[in-house]
């Protein structure tokens, strides 16, 4: 049994990172543990951070995941992560013993934890291997 740990933002809940977790359930059963980072939110006039507001979205945004993996009867746990994407992958990778990081970002254009080097900065980092999806759509149901 594969045990994952699932890393997105606002691409948590696109098809492609679904169509992802149901290719590796197909190849064996596994657990997952979905981590989102509270980000601040980009909106028209420039980024919005609070706390608060952070945490609320990311909630949400989890909440929602959670909701979708269930009806796919996929096993999974979740919380909301620390604002850094590395440091919420450390953290997570605390208390979930993962064999595997799946990586959720939008394409490279409007990707920033791409430009940061995030996907090569995990692998070097944690020593697991690191499945990187590009959503470009996210689901409009739950």
């Known amino acids: 049994m594969s045990r994952v740990l699932v890393v997105a933002n ?11 977790l149901r290719a590796l359930e197909d190849e064996h059963a596994s657990t997952y543990h979905v981590v989102v980072p509270a980000r601040p939110l980009h909106e ?18 989890l909440a929602r995941t ?8 996929l096993e999974a746990t979740g ?6 994407p590395m440091s919420a992958i450390a953290d997570a990778l605390m208390d979930f ?27 070097r980092k944690f020593g697991l291997p690191v499945v990187h999806v590009v959503s470009t759509s996210t689901r409009t149901t739950v």
């Open 10 to 20: 606002e691409t948590v809940d696109a098809e492609e990172l679904l169509g992802a």
């Open 44 to 61: 028209e006039h420039g980024w919005i951070w609070t706390q608060e507001g952070a945490q609320e979205a990311a909630a949400e945004r």
């Open 66 to 73: 959670l909701a979708i993996l269930d009806r796919e009867r």
């Open 79 to 84: 919380h909301i992560g620390d604002n850094r």
């Open 97 to 123: 013993d993962a064999t595997l990081i799946v990586i959720s970002t939008h394409p490279e254009p409007r990707s920033r934890w791409l430009r940061s080097g995030l996907i090569d900065s995990a692998r």
